[in-house]
């Protein structure tokens, strides 16, 4: 088979079209700023660069921002921390919970009797033991107006609780059902809580009644005594008083003083008078004369009243009269003009 032939000027053609076309031609291009022989010499120098600022004299303008390393949560305070006691082993733990329990239990010891009550010193936490025995009741006595609350007994099969009152104290009554037992008994009451210690063994040794004495109960604070009453003020005084005595002179009973303080009127006679020489006191009003009833007080009449007018008499047939007469206030006075 034979292949076309190209013509020698075409496929000289073609490689003239395929090759690298010329470059363009070079432009001159002038810089744009003279040269340095043509700056004029009357231009301004630059000016020199600012020296540079220690950074510890650059104010802060805003706090720096905490480091990764920073964020890490603080350790909580000790004091919030609860205490954590070292590990034990079970047997270890065993023995420190007997040693406790043998620490706070508290046993019939000599002088801590009152006849056949058994008297335990109460403390928060204290566990009291209990003797009994199959054949006998034991009791406990609570303090006065104690209330019970709740009863928990630890082995109910065996042991008897029960409770009832004895006046205003509450008293329970414990009986096992057979010696070499065991238990525990709590009490709760409206005061406190009694940790009970039950243990049993045959025979006549029992604890007959067991109760408890208590701290005393701390002092109610101190009440400030009351601010004394002020003394009502006194009242004011009158005395405006006029005495007349009869034409033939005073008589020897002659008042010295008369005054009121607005209840009462005071006739005051002088300090030699004898009490049988003393003048009944009659008080003149629109029926008459009235005779008062007053009160004599060593030398002076006390009469439970205000008067305008009275007369002191003493004598029958010829009756020797003083008048006493009392003027309104000054300013009663003052007021009527």
């Known amino acids: 088979m034979m292949r076309p032939l190209i013509p020698a000027a075409l496929a000289a053609g073609l490689l003239t079209a395929c090759a ?36 510890e004299e650059i104010p802060a303008l805003m706090p720096e921002a905490p480091s990764t390393e920073d964020l890490s949560l ?26 406790a329990n043998s620490g706070a239990r508290q046993r019939a010891a000599p002088g801590a009797f009152s006849e056949a009550t058994l008297l335990y010193a109460w403390e928060p936490g204290a ?7 199959p054949d006998f009741v034991s009791t ?3 303090e006065p107006g104690e209330v019970l609350i709740d009863i928990a007994a630890a ?46 063994a045959a025979g006549e040794v029992y604890t007959a009644q067991a109760a408890w004495t208590y701290p005393a109960p ?66 003149r009003t629109a029926e008459g004369l009235e005779l ?6 060593g030398r002076r009449y006390e009469i439970d009243r205000i008067f305008t007018e009275a007369e002191l008499r003493l004598g029958r047939k010829k009756p ?10 000054r300013e009663t006075r003052e007021g009527g003009r």
């Open 127 to 133: 566990i009291y033991e209990l003797q009994t025995s």
């Open 218 to 283: 701390p002092a109610p604070p101190a009440v400030p005594a009351p601010a004394p009453t002020p003394e009502p003020a006194p009242r004011p005084l009158h005395e405006d008083y006029v005495l007349k005595a009869p034409r033939k002179g005073p008589p020897p009973w002659m008042p010295e003083k008369v005054w009121d303080d607005g209840r009462r009127t005071y006739v005051q006679f002088p300090e030699d008078i004898a009490a049988s020489d003393m003048p009944p006191l009659f008080i």
């Open 74 to 99: 603080a350790p909580e305070p000790a004091s919030l921390k609860p205490e954590r006691a070292e590990p034990v082993t079970p047997r270890e733990a065993a023995k420190i919970l007997a040693e």
């Open 320 to 329: 020797v009269v003083v008048r006493i007469l009392r003027r309104p206030p």
């Open 155 to 200: 082995d109910t099969a065996r042991w008897s609780v029960s409770n009832t009152l004895s006046g205003d104290r509450a008293l329970l009554i414990v009986k096992p059902s057979a010696p070499k037992l065991k238990t525990n008994i709590v009490l709760v009451t409206d005061r406190r809580a009694y940790l009970i210690e039950a243990v049993s």
């Open 20 to 55: 690298t076309p010329p470059p363009p031609p070079a432009v001159s291009i002038e810089p744009p700023f003279a040269e340095a022989s043509e700056v004029p010499g009357d231009l301004p120098e630059p000016p020199l660069p600012a020296e540079p600022v220690p950074a």
């Open 292 to 297: 008062v009833n007053y009160r004599i007080e």
């Open 140 to 142: 406990l006595l609570l």
